[in-house]
């Protein structure tokens, strides 16, 4: 079982900052693959950024430029930085590992991006 915590989540005007970050209960060498993923009102779930355990990362066309997925290793925790939010970046945003073929999700945390 693996237990995901997300914090950072936040109001912010657009053209701002928010970093999030998650911590996972076991060390991440072992996670094939940790992910951010949002979900808007009304919207599905949508994968944000994706970072592989060999380093390779991908990332939802819309926020290419402006948000950064990383990880620390020490401290089994994953980030990502947003940088000049829009609007359209509002969402609970979850924290996603694959391990062992299971995908776990954290509780989720809001961004509001007001206009």
């Known amino acids: 079982q693996v237990h995901l915590v997300e914090s950072g989540g936040g109001s912010v005007q657009a053209g701002g900052s928010l970093r999030l970050s998650c911590v996972a209960s076991?060390?991440?060498?072992?996670?094939?693959?940790m992910a951010w993923y949002r979900q808007a009102p009304g919207k599905e779930r949508e994968l944000v950024a994706g970072l592989h355990t060999g380093g390779s990362t991908n990332y939802l066309d819309s926020v290419k430029g402006r948000f950064t997925i990383s990880r620390d290793n020490a401290k089994n925790t994953l980030n990502l930085q947003m940088n000049s939010l829009e609007p359209e970046d509002t969402a609970v945003y979850y924290c996603?590992?694959?391990?062992?073929?299971?995908?776990?999700w954290g509780q989720g945390t809001q961004v509001t991006v007001s206009s």
């Open positions: 996603a590992a694959l391990y062992r073929g299971f995908y776990y």
């Open positions: 076991e060390t991440i060498f072992s996670i094939l693959l």
